[in-house]
């Protein structure tokens, strides 16, 4: 291995958050995602250094075959969860330049579509087209071929493409639409809901199973709309919600009283709402609200 053995730890505390990244985009879940990049670290302590000739793609192909485990896992695990499934959402910095790290770089719509994926053609896809992988890499950490990791790779774009909505990207338009949506919600506001939801509008509400949620999606404006004003109309303590972004993308904290409720994001179209994915299962709620407004 090139450099000296001391600064292994050096290089791994550097190359954490692009693990960190990989491993997310993997497993849509930060707390998963930090656990592999653990495992990755401990079995480098337990290999000879001297036998690893790349340090960086070692540990890359390492995290990315944990992380492969966990995802196939996480299926059969997810066929019993109570619920849609959504992605454990990262609270990111307005403008994408701005991110802090690797896993902040993969868009909420990306990491939703990710989910229809399977897990050789999600890792193909996430390891080549986010982080720039050549495919004699991937086939190392797929134990496939590369021309075998190419076509996954081809394959997973293709539905992708064809699956990731197109959303309005203007910043001004953003602002409008999320103020509406957030003063209707809250207020129980009928009409209101109904002249900021697009007609074939879809809620999606993640509770896994822990605190209550539609346990199925909710198609159409209509729907969307007489939910969220009952949602609204329910008493307890007063509700709020302050505009935020996460994965970049436009979204609302909820609030009860004091405490983070949910996470809501909104996807824009057209200057209407045409998605809400509403995060409130708590375990994925943990890393939400540390950044400041």
Same mark, same amino acid.
């Given at each position: 291995?090139?450099?000296?053995?001391?600064?292994?730890?050096?290089?791994?505390?550097?190359?954490?958050?692009?693990?960190?990244?990989?491993?997310?985009?993997?497993?849509?879940?930060?707390?998963?995602?930090? /656990?592999?990049?653990? /495992?990755?670290?401990? !079995?480098?302590? !337990?290999?000879?250094?001297?036998?690893?000739?790349?340090?960086?793609?070692?540990? #890359?192909?390492? *995290?990315?075959?944990?992380?492969?485990?966990?995802? !196939?896992?996480?299926?059969?695990?997810?066929?019993?969860?109570?619920?849609?499934?959504?992605?454990?959402?990262?609270?990111?910095?307005?403008?994408?330049?701005?991110?802090?790290?690797?896993?902040?770089?993969?868009?909420?719509?990306?990491? #939703? #579509?990710?989910?229809?994926?399977?897990?050789?053609?999600?890792?193909?896809?996430?390891?080549? =087209? %986010?982080?720039?992988?050549?495919?004699?890499?991937?086939? *190392?950490?797929?134990?496939?071929?590369?021309?075998?990791?190419?076509?996954?790779?081809?394959?997973?774009?293709?539905?992708?493409?064809?699956?990731?909505? &197109?959303?309005?990207?203007?910043?001004?338009?953003?602002?409008?639409?999320?103020?509406?949506?957030? =003063?209707?919600?809250? *207020?129980?506001?009928?009409?209101?809901?109904?002249?900021? %939801?697009?007609?074939?509008?879809?809620?999606?509400?993640?509770?896994?199973?822990?605190? &209550?949620?539609?346990?199925?999606?909710?198609?159409?404006?209509?729907?969307?709309?007489?939910?969220?004003?009952?949602?609204?109309?329910?008493?307890?303590?007063?509700?709020?919600?302050?505009?935020?972004?996460?994965?970049?993308?436009?979204?609302?904290?909820?609030?009860?009283?004091?405490?983070?409720?949910?996470?809501?994001?909104?996807?824009?179209?057209?200057?209407?709402?045409?998605?809400?994915?509403?995060?409130?299962?708590?375990?994925?709620?943990?890393?939400?609200?540390? &950044?400041?407004?």
């Amino acid at each position: 291995m090139s450099g000296s053995v001391e600064s292994v730890p050096a290089t791994f505390d550097a190359l954490r958050p692009r693990l960190v990244g990989v491993a997310y985009g993997l497993l849509g879940s930060v707390t998963e995602a930090e /656990d592999v990049v653990q /495992d990755a670290w401990i !079995r480098l302590q !337990r290999t000879d250094y001297e036998e690893i000739d790349d340090l960086t793609g070692w540990l #890359v192909t390492t *995290t990315s075959r944990l992380a492969l485990d966990v995802l !196939r896992s996480a299926r059969h695990r997810r066929e019993a969860y109570v619920g849609p499934w959504l992605p454990e959402p990262v609270e990111t910095a307005p403008d994408p330049a701005d991110s802090v790290t690797l896993a902040e770089s993969v868009s909420w719509a990306m990491m #939703v #579509v990710l989910e229809t994926l399977s897990p050789a053609e999600r890792m193909a896809f996430v390891l080549h =087209d %986010l982080f720039g992988l050549s495919f004699d890499e991937i086939a *190392t950490a797929l134990g496939r071929s590369p021309a075998g990791c190419r076509k996954l790779a081809s394959r997973a774009r293709a539905h992708i493409d064809s699956r990731t909505p &197109r959303f309005d990207v203007d910043p001004t338009t953003h602002h409008e639409v999320v103020e509406a949506f957030a =003063d209707a919600a809250t *207020t129980g506001d009928l009409e209101g809901l109904l002249q900021i %939801l697009d007609p074939s509008a879809v809620l999606t509400a993640d509770g896994g199973g822990i605190v &209550r949620a539609a346990l199925r999606p909710i198609v159409g404006a209509d729907a969307i709309a007489r939910f969220l004003a009952g949602l609204a109309g329910q008493g307890g303590p007063a509700k709020r919600m302050r505009a935020a972004v996460v994965n970049h993308n436009p979204a609302l904290l909820v609030f009860v009283g004091d405490e983070l409720d949910g996470i809501v994001a909104l996807g824009i179209a057209g200057g209407r709402v045409t998605a809400i994915d509403f995060v409130r299962n708590p375990e994925k709620l943990t890393r939400i609200g540390r &950044r400041e407004p």
